[in-house]
């Protein structure tokens, strides 16, 4: 998860300006030495200091890391999914119960051309959900539709799909269709209700710019696993902030959510440079608790729309997949979405394990963290192992959404 970030107190537009003008001047150091290193090969040779000649191969060689990691950002990573694997308390479950698998994906962001999406059913099959859930953005034009529709046909073969609509899906060409003979069901200001394995579950949404949150939170069920799907941090900000206002507010085991792309370009120590939202870079990827309950931004699948640039750097696309288990079982898990309602998970032991999409398996019912970092499931060493916390002890009422492009 990512807690606060060392750019918290950059406005987002100064944060891009002042990457971009960081990138450029490395890239223009780099340019005038190389310049002056043939002008002084042409000419007649004259001594230099140490600290020059270490001052042009530094230069130099901070231009050529450059070069690669814009290589990576384009080439690699937009194409190498991470599966992020998490465990959420739920008191719907007793003890003894199978956990509830949910897969869960946002921002697809289709072009005409493929990127994952024909890889994603498969990647998605071989983690036997029992649920997946979209969380918005599906295309970044209309000849990208046809390609997001074919896939979440797909994905919905494997599990029963359910989906809200994200500001792309409701601001850009929103006369055509997303979802209808796909076999996802749209959510927007309502739930559904369904059984699996005994055990009640609810799925609420509600689309960009829609005004049912309290009509959907109204729907849930008292003794069901619940799971609420919006678009954007913002929202879920505001859902949790309206369940303070009810005065027999529903559980609310867990929030997804997406809109950020994890930033889509991170910089090592200091995290997402831009994420278009008001709830802030804190909200920007992974697990977060709330006052009320626990929200997940998922990093999503594909790339912002229109003349950005199809890059990811240090956000990795991703596949979440989250298991629903008792309280009190085996394990450490984000805890439970209400003090009253179970075990609290601690916003420091809270973590999970990712690994890369094309392993195997972090063990048989998710992988576990400790506190100090190290996986214990019994993952074998050639597979890279990633464990981060997954839950912070901040949260509370965001303001509102904005009107951001993402």
Same mark, same amino acid.
């Given at each position: 998860?990512?807690?606060?970030?060392?750019?918290?107190?950059?406005?987002?537009?100064?944060?891009?300006?002042?990457?971009?003008?960081?990138?450029?001047?490395?890239?223009?150091?780099?340019?005038?030495?190389?310049?002056?290193l043939?002008?002084?090969?042409?000419?007649?040779?004259?001594?230099?200091?140490?600290?020059r000649?270490?001052?042009?191969?530094?230069?130099?060689?901070?231009?050529?890391?450059?070069?690669?990691?814009?290589?990576?950002?384009f080439?690699?990573?937009?194409?190498?999914?991470?599966?992020t694997?998490?465990?959420?308390?739920?008191?719907?479950?007793?003890?003894g119960?199978?956990?509830?698998?949910?897969?869960?994906?946002?921002?697809?962001?289709?072009?005409?051309?493929?990127?994952?999406?024909?890889?994603?059913?498969?990647?998605?099959?071989?983690?036997?959900?029992?649920?997946?859930?979209f969380?918005g953005d599906?295309?970044? #034009?209309?000849?990208?539709?046809?390609?997001?529709?074919?896939?979440?046909?797909?994905?919905?073969?494997?599990?029963?799909t359910?989906?809200?609509?994200?500001?792309?899906?409701?601001?850009?060409?929103?006369?055509?269709?997303?979802?209808?003979?796909?076999?996802?069901?749209?959510?927007?200001?309502?739930?559904?209700?369904?059984?699996?394995?005994?055990?009640?579950?609810?799925?609420a949404?509600?689309?960009?710019?829609?005004?049912?949150?309290?009509?959907? @939170?109204?729907?849930?069920?008292?003794?069901?696993?619940t799971?609420?799907l919006?678009?954007?941090?913002?929202?879920?900000?505001?859902?949790?902030?309206?369940?303070?206002t009810?005065?027999d507010?529903?559980?609310?085991?867990?929030?997804?959510?997406?809109?950020?792309?994890?930033?889509?370009?991170?910089?090592?120590?200091?995290?997402?440079?831009?994420? @278009?939202?008001?709830?802030?870079?804190?909200?920007?990827?992974g697990?977060?608790?709330?006052?009320?309950?626990?929200?997940?931004?998922?990093?999503?699948?594909?790339?912002?729309?229109g003349?950005?640039?199809?890059?990811?750097? @240090?956000?990795?696309?991703?596949?979440?997949?989250?298991?629903?288990?008792?309280?009190?079982?085996?394990?450490?898990?984000?805890? #439970?979405?209400?003090?009253?309602?179970?075990?609290?998970?601690?916003?420091?032991?809270? #973590?999970?394990?990712?690994?890369?999409?094309?392993?195997?398996?972090?063990?048989?019912?998710?992988?576990?963290g400790?506190s #100090?970092?190290?996986?214990?499931?019994?993952t074998?060493?050639?597979?890279?192992?990633?464990?981060?916390?997954?839950?912070?002890?901040?949260?509370?009422?965001?303001?509102?959404?904005?009107?951001?492009?993402?």
């Amino acid at each position: 998860m990512l807690g606060s970030s060392s750019m918290d107190g950059i406005p987002e537009p100064l944060a891009a300006l002042l990457f971009v003008l960081g990138v450029g001047a490395v890239f223009a150091a780099a340019g005038i030495e190389a310049a002056l290193l043939l002008l002084r090969r042409r000419q007649a040779p004259r001594p230099e200091t140490a600290a020059r000649r270490w001052r042009r191969r530094g230069t130099l060689a901070a231009a050529g890391s450059g070069l690669l990691c814009i290589g990576w950002g384009f080439l690699v990573e937009p194409g190498f999914p991470e599966v992020t694997r998490l465990r959420v308390e739920s008191p719907a479950l007793r003890p003894g119960s199978d956990p509830i698998r949910v897969v869960h994906l946002t921002d697809l962001h289709c072009d005409p051309e493929p990127r994952l999406e024909e890889r994603l059913p498969a990647l998605v099959a071989a983690e036997r959900p029992d649920l997946l859930l979209f969380t918005g953005d599906a295309a970044n #034009s209309p000849e990208g539709l046809p390609l997001f529709r074919r896939t979440l046909a797909a994905l919905a073969g494997t599990a029963p799909t359910f989906a809200v609509k994200g500001n792309w899906d409701a601001h850009y060409f929103p006369d055509l269709e997303r979802f209808e003979g796909t076999g996802a069901v749209e959510l927007d200001g309502t739930a559904r209700v369904l059984e699996v394995r005994g055990t009640k579950v609810a799925v609420a949404g509600v689309g960009w710019g829609g005004d049912g949150t309290g009509a959907a @939170l109204a729907g849930l069920p008292r003794d069901a696993v619940t799971i609420f799907l919006c678009h954007s941090p913002d929202q879920a900000l505001r859902a949790d902030g309206l369940l303070g206002t009810m005065v027999d507010p529903p559980r609310v085991d867990l929030v997804l959510a997406g809109h950020t792309h994890g930033g889509q370009v991170a910089l090592p120590l200091l995290g997402p440079v831009i994420t @278009l939202t008001r709830a802030g870079r804190g909200y920007a990827r992974g697990m977060r608790r709330l006052d009320r309950t626990l929200l997940y931004t998922n990093r999503g699948i594909g790339m912002e729309g229109g003349r950005a640039p199809r890059v990811r750097f @240090l956000a990795r696309p991703e596949i979440a997949v989250i298991e629903f288990v008792a309280p009190g079982g085996p394990g450490r898990s984000c805890g #439970s979405a209400a003090p009253a309602a179970g075990r609290v998970g601690s916003s420091r032991g809270c #973590s999970g394990c990712t690994r890369p999409a094309r392993s195997a398996g972090c063990g048989t019912s998710g992988s576990r963290g400790t506190s #100090s970092g190290r996986c214990t499931s019994p993952t074998p060493s050639r597979w890279r192992r990633d464990c981060r916390p997954a839950c912070s002890s901040t949260g509370g009422d965001g303001p509102r959404s904005p009107s951001a492009r993402r």
